[in-house]
């Protein structure tokens, strides 16, 4: 590996800071779209509800390596100039929003019925059932399912590459480009991801499996 | 917005398109057939009494879902080449999906697996059946059914990964779009019409796989109810 | 005096099947009813009318002043005037015992934190649970999870309290605590509509026993029919029953 030097490390290690932000971006966009995405399907008029279950098979019936040309070439049609991270980060939230956003809907009605009736017997309004008795026990069947789906946001930022966006991925190609030693590099660059996602992964299951013993 | 919409230049490369949609379709069901074969190989290995071979499995598991399926293309590419074996795109794309979705299937499997109630095991052990015919017969079969749905959402999941394989110029349709759309510079209509291409491409594989259950699963067939 | 509760001839149908079939009677304030009956009488579903969790099809139900069968009835305000215990308590597993008294206080009375939980510290001895303020529901016992319930719908002081089959869900042992919370709150002369299997309880502590049968009001009196029944049915559901 002597054809590897410090700056080349330098290169990948900012790929991977770039990993994590656009994750965290498209964690943070995918998440508030993701909200409303649940709420307009659990709680919705009848039209709001079909238009989500439109709107997630459409986006989850689309390769992200469609999804991201279609952002970075589209919004300059609407005459916007974004940069390679804008349109990252745009079509990997709306991504995200889609699936995140069926996870979500799953918890909120897994909430037993019971529950809202309860809270509606007292007078609570609408607003204030959702908000002090539905949503914190969905939030805490959401939490094991949303920690797993993360792993798969890291691994896919790994295709902003393909419209230029310089995360881990792509730091590997470059430097490839120069040293032509493509096995290494990219196992290298696998165990970047690896060290990423396997916490997360443990995680995720750990919280799942303290979930279900504290339910039983 | 001064931008005007051009479909028939994209459209006019449409043997390209369909040779493309093609490809992927061929790809799709080749890894889907055998990443099946290993992903019930990994799954058999994982719920049986040989260790190191469930600690391996484990490990291959843990590997390719906690890593990109864009790195795994790479590796998988430029591995084999630097091995001295010159393989074409279409085969390197090839073994790098059965890899991947293997893992997946693995754990999907093994899950039906688990959920096979020891009394079915007991009484089959006492009918005399060797571990293998056990599996064969009693355990695999049921556990397949069960878990079918789960593994055929994998299988559509795969096909829409395998998009990913036009970064090592397997010429699958999204390879052909990047192709046409720097060609036309009609880059938003060219992937708009193979965002529809691979809905109508996700029906026809849903369409496969049912065909598929419904002539493996007879018990489906007959009575239509899960199991 | 007009009565708190006045329920007219009212109807309902699930799909087909025919569940309440022109059932009348009326709660004068103060008075504790019973509506006892077999399974699929149609007892909880009248009772679940009364706070509008169902709807009839046809009748009309007037509560506390408010119409509940009207369209542009006020679903919250009667919510304020009626308090709910279910079979299943339905505690928030979520909150402290005291959090799940103080919960509906706090946001529809808009009362302040500290007068909340004073409230909710009264009703918690009313129940005879004070010391369990700080406790989740999952570490109570069921019939201490019931008393709880009764006691979060107590803070509300609601001029009307019904109780849907509250203890079929507890062990004989736990049944008696709850019993006893709800006897006091009797003596208290909290108004309260039982739907319940408990018939020495009834027998005790109800004004008024209604007896349903395939969704129909089959005898209506004091407490006295269910020593004197008028009518075969209720004749055999009293001999069965002990």
Known sequence: ?216 | ?227 | MSPIVEIENISKCFGTTRVLEGVSFTVKKGSVVAIIGQSGSGKSTALRCIDRLETVDQGRIRVCGHEVTAPGLDLHQLRRDVGIVFQSYNLFPHLTVQENIMLAPRLVQKMAKTAARERALAVLNQVGLAEKADCYPSQLSGGQQQRVAIARSLAMQPQLMLFDEVTSALDPQLTGEVLRVMEKLAADGMTMILVTHEMAFARKVANEVIFMHKGRVWEHGPASILDAPATTELRDFVGNGL
């Open chain 1, 1 to 216: 590996m002597g054809f590897l030097n410090a700056a080349h490390f330098q290169f990948l290690f900012n790929g991977l800071l770039w990993t994590v932000g656009l994750s965290l971006l498209a964690f943070a966009g995918g998440g508030l779209l993701g909200f409303a995405v649940a709420l307009g399907s659990s709680y919705g008029p009848r039209w709001s509800r079909m238009a989500v279950s439109v709107y997630i098979k459409l986006i989850q019936g689309t390769p992200l390596l469609v999804l991201l040309p279609l952002a970075y070439f589209g919004l300059p049609s609407l005459g916007l100039n974004v940069a390679p991270l804008t349109a990252a980060a745009l079509a990997l939230s709306i991504y995200v929003s889609a699936y995140l956003g069926e996870i979500w809907r799953g918890c909120i009605e897994s909430v037993p019925r019971t529950q809202a009736e309860a809270a509606e017997c007292l007078a609570l309004r609408w607003h204030q059932r959702v908000w002090n008795v539905i949503l914190p026990q969905a939030v805490k069947i959401a939490t094991p399912p949303t920690v797993g789906f993360m792993v798969q946001i890291v691994k896919n930022t790994s295709l902003a590459s393909a419209i230029g966006f310089v995360e881990l991925a792509r730091a590997g190609q470059i430097i490839n480009n120069s040293t032509f030693e493509p096995f290494v590099i990219f196992l290298i660059v696998a165990a970047m991801y690896f060290a990423l996602c396997y916490p997360l992964s443990v995680l995720s299951r750990r919280l799942e499996r303290s979930f279900h013993v504290a339910h039983r």
């Open chain 2, 1 to 227: 917005m001064n931008y005007t919409f051009d479909f028939s230049a994209p459209l006019a490369y449409w043997p390209d398109l369909l040779a493309g949609a093609w490809t992927t379709l061929t790809l799709s069901l080749a890894s889907t057939f055998f990443g099946f074969l290993l992903g019930v190989f990994c799954a058999l290995a994982n719920t049986g009494n040989t260790r190191w071979l469930a600690r391996l499995a484990g490990v291959y598991i843990e590997v390719v879902r906690n890593t990109p399926l864009l790195v795994q293309v790479f590796i998988v590419y430029f591995g084999l080449s630097s091995m001295g074996l010159q393989v074409g795109a279409f085969t390197a794309a090839t073994v790098a999906l059965v890899v991947n979705v293997g893992a997946y299937t693995s754990e999907i499997v093994r899950a039906g697996i688990e959920s096979i109630p020891k009394s079915q095991l007991e009484a089959a052990e006492c009918t005399g059946l060797s571990r293998w015919q056990m599996l064969r017969h009693v355990v695999l079969p049921p556990a397949i059914e069960r878990v079918f749905p789960a593994v055929s959402s994998q299988y559509v999941l795969l096909m829409l990964a395998s998009s990913i394989c036009s970064q090592i110029s397997a010429e699958e349709l999204t390879a052909v779009a990047n192709r046409i759309q720097s060609d036309t510079f009609r880059s938003v209509e060219t992937y708009l019409i193979v965002a529809v291409a691979y809905l109508a491409m996700s029906l026809v594989m849903r369409g496969v796989l049912w065909a598929v259950a419904m002539i493996a699963f007879p018990r489906r067939r007959r009575l239509g109810t899960p199991l």
